[in-house]
């Protein structure tokens, strides 16, 4: 029964109603009741905390509020609560979860696609030595012609230079995997 968020798939609209549905994910709530759960004792509150994981779960969902600030790219985490340090708890527990599911995905995207340029690597690198290999034989041969001479040595450039280009987009992308950006950052955190 999924409906998307929007039609419009131009601008950043359809990303701050994507991320916001994020917030409210079953898994991001779920994550989110588990820190409650094991921060509950810790918390002097008076409010009753159902026991039961997915009545927590419910209880977040109902009182949890995330919008969107007027026409800013800002969205904002609320949750109330009748004890406010539970209230700060669950709401800095959403942005931070939401946060570390973004890093996690970009490094796990950044690995998918550092494995696909790997093989691409593998396969220049055989290429460029095949190259070299025709190249060579020709030249030990003696029987290749000057112009067949030549554009055997152009080949074997042309995938000399494809498999360094490609080894320096392996490095850049694994440079990039350990140190991920966010696609959003927490502008202010929940206070009691």
Known sequence: NYTPATLNLSGDKVVIETQMQMLRSPEMLDHVASAVRDAAPGIDSTVMLPENPALLREFIANTLSIRQ????????VSFSAEDPELAALVANEVAARFLQVQRETKVEELEKIGAAVEKRVEASALAAEAADRALAEAQDSGQAKTGHLSTLSREAEVKANLHREMLQRLL???ELANFPSEDAKLISAAMP
């Not at 600030?69 to 904002?76: F, H, K, Q």
């Open 172 to 174: 850049e992308i694994r």
């Open 69 to 76: 600030m007027s026409a800013a790219e800002i969205i904002e």
